[in-house]
């Protein structure tokens, strides 16, 4: 059986648990190990703050409240994406405004932004789908003329980059989630960037149940108390210690990785070729990190059938994300802007193989060869 996903495990995870709880003695959160991760981020992505958190969901959460998102201000984001980009918003008051996906990349187009901006605009809210990169300049300049905030929902782009800066460094906040589908794990987790400290306090006392416990820790204040609305957003250092043992593992995890990715979309040429399916495109300037390979069959009936024949040789392929704007909540808090062109359309061609952490070459072999099998 090649299973769609295991969760990544590279050797010293439980060591690394075992001496928070006995050495440490630190088991709450924000202990050594949190620490070690923060600073990890800060100096691989080159941002003055990072903070772990419980999710990439309670990340998109504080950047929601970082916004500033007040009942009944918009927020544009993709319909092709996980719920929680949108509940991030909607939990604060906002409509959602979904704009269409470029057939391409499967990412928010960035050609459709404005003619979907209204006066109660605040944020956009962009998903670098499968890793690879949005087309941040353009959205960027829209930010800026229209004064919005940017989210990066980088959840799936932990290391890949755009024109030379990574992913959750660009935009207002940039969230990572480390939950077991994701290429970094602590089982559930994730991160928030800041590009600059303009927003410290204020993302430390939210994520701090509202106090200023942070600035307290640090020796700033001899004592903390209850300044604002917050919640609970840092996870157990046990989560951290989990996380660092593969962050220790960075380039190992990425190369074995980028191998399984390189293989499928190598062996898989000819099919695309003879117009069986298309391959991923990585636009000119955007680094993917080998998060998903997937493949867009000709149309819902043909990846029915290949899920099908796949999982008779013991192989499970997978598709996701129903499109928000036609589901129950989606329909609830939010409107399509525009024509759906490819929203819809696209998500139902789409296939992803199986990739994780130690995914061997003959597993990827017999994938592709089982997918041959069915073309043939
Ligand atoms: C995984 C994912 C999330 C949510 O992350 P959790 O850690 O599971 O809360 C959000 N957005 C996208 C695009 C994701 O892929």
Sequence with gaps: MIVFNNPPFTGKEIQYMQQAAAENKKICGDGPFTKRCEEWMCAKFGVPASYLTTSGTSALEMAALLCDIKPGDEVLLPSYTFCSTADAFVQRGARLVFVDIRPDTMNIDERLLESAITEKTKAIAVVHYAGVSCEMDTIMDIAKKHHLKVVEDAAQAFGSAYKGKPLGTIGDFGCFSFHETKNFSMGE??????????????????????????????????????????????????????????????????????????????????????????????????????????????????????????????????????????????????????????????????????????????DCAAVCSSIKDFFS
């Design 189 to 362: 987790g994730g991160a928030i960037l800041l590009p600059d400290l303009s927003r410290r306090d204020q993302a430390e006392i939210v994520r701090e149940k509202g106090t200023d416990r942070s600035k307290f820790f640090r020796g700033q204040i001899d004592k903390y108390t209850w300044e604002d609305y917050g919640s609970s957003y840092l996870p157990s250092d046990l989560n951290a210690a989990y996380l660092w043992a593969q962050l220790e593992e960075y380039d190992r995890v990425r190369n074995d990785r980028m191998a399984s990715w390189n293989y499928y979309n190598e062996e898989l040429k000819d099919l695309a070729s003879r117009g069986c399916f298309t391959q991923p495109v990585i636009p000119e300037g955007c680094i993917h990190n080998a998060h998903m390979y997937y493949i867009k069959l000709e149309d819902l009936e043909t990846r029915t059938r290949l899920i099908r024949h796949l999982k008779e040789h013991d192989i499970l392929a997978v598709f996701h994300y129903i499109p928000l704007h036609s589901s129950p909540a989606g329909l609830k808090f939010g409107r399509f802007s525009g024509e759906d062109r490819y929203t819809t359309k696209e998500s139902e061609r789409l296939l992803r193989l199986p990739l994780y952490f130690g995914l061997t070459e003959e």
